[in-house]
């Protein structure tokens, strides 16, 4: 028994000492991990600030503008480089930059050593939001032009016309281009002169912007005018390698004439058989649409066709006609002057600036009297139905149904506010 007990004993003073020496190991290995330096893969690394392809980390950074008066070397000789050293990169400038077209209010950065005594590496001077040129003097001398990347947000505009497009997109605060684009895209299909309050439209379009800043309009991708009650599409689509707008089957938005030949005015005497002439004080006919528009405003004409009239006719006065085809011509009255290279002959495209409006002739102010012919009669120019241009071809249509589709459920989900709105989409 006595035996038995000593073994046993024995066993737990072995296992006791066993315990110890492990925990002892233990808490020595716990105090090493606690000194231990964390592993390099586990280190917080910052990523490198990149302005103009260039990593700026290293370098003293400051922006400023060009001020009056202010020239390339004026520039540069602030920051402690030679004339001599100005004078080699105005030379490799050459073929790639100006210099002297350096611009007050243009913006231009310049990235300083962290030297004792600071040194310029860098001078970048940007052309425009987009473009910028970069004077290297660090080691060599370097000069090249580069471009700043351009970001793209689909945005849409809606609203409901109070008295015109321009101003409903004014009280929106929306870019002003924006009214432009609309007015040119549904300029052969809807009569702006003739838009009434409560019409109402939808664009879905791009926003270009850079460094967070906006720059400017992309394209219009689909839009939805509604006017007198009936709702005009336009998506934007891409054959052949050119961009054109298309209507809800396929057919092209343009035609071969535009409704009108001025942006922007309104129509203050309209086509009659019997019109009180406002200088004669008679009555007879008046074969033509008056357009009362600023003195200087450019008249554009409504179709391509060959000039064959510029002279000063008595009571139109200054008078420009134009022939499309074999069918229609068209004339513009009491102009001010004439665009340049206008003359009888000469081929004018659609849209073309012709002249401007002014009050020659029998006239009590600034307006257009515009007049349009079939076959030599005197039609009214608001009633004209003016055929398409190109559709979508056959064999794209399926693809175009596509794209309709999708813009149309988008411009379909925006449920017109009761006020004006643009928002990012």
Known sequence: MRKYLTR????????????LILSV?????????????????????PEPRIEYGIVVDSFQVIKDEVKPNENLSNILLQYNLSMGTIEQLV???????????IRHGNKYTVLLTNDSLPRMHYFIYESSPTQYVIFEAGDSLHVHAGE??????????????????????????????????????????IDF????????????????????????????????????????????YVQD???????????????????????????????????????????RPHHGVDYA???????????????????????????????????????????????????SGARVQQGQ??????????????????RFYKNGTPVDPLKVESPPSLPVKKELLEDYTRVRLEMNRKLDSLNMPVKASVMPI
């Open 241 to 283: 390698g050119t961009a054109d707008y298309f209507d809800e089957k396929g057919q092209s938005l343009r035609r071969a004439f535009l409704k009108a030949p001025l942006k922007f005015s309104r129509i203050s005497s309209k086509f009659s058989n019997s019109r009180l002439h406002p200088v004669l004080r008679i009555r």
């Open 148 to 189: 700043k990347e351009i970001q793209v947000k689909i945005k849409t505009a809606s609203g409901t016309i109070t008295s015109s497009l321009w101003n409903t997109m004014a009280e929106m605060k929306a870019n002003p281009n924006l009214t432009i684009a609309l007015s040119e895209i549904f300029a052969w299909t």
């Open 193 to 236: 002169y003739a838009i009434q309050k409560g019409d109402n439209f939808t664009a879905l379009y791009e926003e270009l912007s850079v460094d967070g800043e906006p720059i400017g309009l992309g394209n219009i991708l689909s839009a939805r005018f509604k006017h007198a009650g009936k709702d005009q599409y336009a998506f934007r």
């Open 25 to 45: 190991f233990s808490l020595d290995w716990y105090l090493t991990g606690l000194d231990r330096e964390p592993e390099a893969d586990n280190k917080y690394i």
């Open 353 to 370: 600036v012709i002249g401007y409006v002014g009050s020659s002739g029998l006239s009590t102010g600034p307006h257009l009297d515009f």
């Open 91 to 101: 030379q490799k400038a050459a073929g790639i930059f100006d210099v002297r077209k």
């Open 8 to 19: 046993k004993n024995i066993v737990a003073f072995v296992i006791i000492v066993v315990a």
């Open 293 to 343: 528009a600023p003195k200087g405003t450019p008249v554009h004409s409504i179709g391509a066709g060959t000039v064959t009239d510029v002279r000063y006719a008595g009571g139109a006065g200054r008078m420009v006609k134009i022939r499309h085809n074999s069918t229609y011509s068209t004339a513009y009255l009491h102009l001010s002057g004439y665009a340049k290279g206008i003359r």
